[in-house]
């Protein structure tokens, strides 16, 4: 029997080596491409900064932007599939689990702070108004069912007015939301950065902005389940790159001037005077945003029941520091 211990240990050998070999075979690989939706705000510049820098190319992805007008047509996209994530922003992502509709935060793209504002409620020159109070009943310019409106209602209560006292107008492409303010069509707008100091330059006055209340206010990058589930690999690659080029703008924001006027739109008239955000690096929204985001939104019946905070946000593929 001895002379069998040696050909049965080399069998086995084989056939475990044969199955791995076929296991693999089996395997589909994971696809390392990615579509991400943005608007054109200062919040997608690292975007542009990892793909000049070949930072997504180090990584061994392929990611491809989308330019899109409105908060409405990004959220199309992902819907019908044909993005794999986007910058967006809470209220959004908690719209998207009452549909059904799978979509989780990853990172915090941009957040205000007490000295940097990320959206303003402006009025229009020659509008005459001048403060909160002044827009009782005026029809702000917004993006229903986005961060715009939700910040638009949050600064406005702070101020001092009541729900019932604000009054919005649907404009959800930015670019003519803009125009419509400056050109006194609208007497009002809530507008995010840059558009909001370009808006500033041209005699439009600032009622109130989100320096009062930092907190309502942060852009995320959220992708689908879909592509968390089946790109994993593939989208912490991008987290990295994405980090990556925040740092380096955050080190050397005048080396990419000239690409966030040309990427982020900043008006010509604060293209020289435009200050370089800086990017809060790796965060996710806390669990008192969710919350109070799910509190508005079911005052307003946008939901009926508060999402879980691990159905909104996942933190899990963000590269370890």
Known sequence: MK???????VLVLIATLGATVLAGCGRKKEDARLKIGILPIVDVLPIYVAQQNGYFEKEGIQVEPVLVKSAQERDTLMQT?????????????EMFDRKGVGLKAVLVAMEATPKEPVF??????????????GLKGVPIGISKNTIIEYVTY??????????????????????????????????????????????????????VDDTSRPEVSASLLAFSTKALSEKPKTVEKF??????????????????????????????????????PVFPGALVPTESQV???????????????????????DGSFLPER
Do not use: C, F
């Open 3 to 9: 002379g069998w211990k040696k050909p049965v240990v």
């Open 239 to 276: 987290l990295s790159a994405w980090l990556k080029a925040e740092e380096e703008i955050n080190r050397h924001p005048d080396r990419y001037r000239g690409l966030l006027i040309e990427k982020g739109r900043v008006p010509k008239s604060v293209q020289e005077s435009y200050r370089m």
């Open 120 to 133: 303003r409620i402006l009025a229009s020159p020659g509008s005459g108004i001048t403060s909160p109070a």
């Open 154 to 207: 949050r600064l406005l209560e702070t101020a001092g007015l009541k729900d019932s006292e604000v009054s919005t107008t649907e404009v959800s492409a930015i670019p003519v939301r803009y125009e419509l303010l400056m050109k006194g069509k609208i007497k009002a707008a809530t507008l995010p950065e840059p558009l909001a100091s370009g808006a500033v330059a041209g005699g439009a006055r600032v009622i």
């Open 291 to 313: 919350k109070d985001v799910a509190s508005w939104m079911k005052g307003k019946g946008l939901i009926q029941k508060e999402p879980r905070y691990g159905d909104v946000v």
């Open 81 to 93: 599939g044909q993005v794999d994530g986007e910058i967006t922003d809470l209220v959004s992502v």
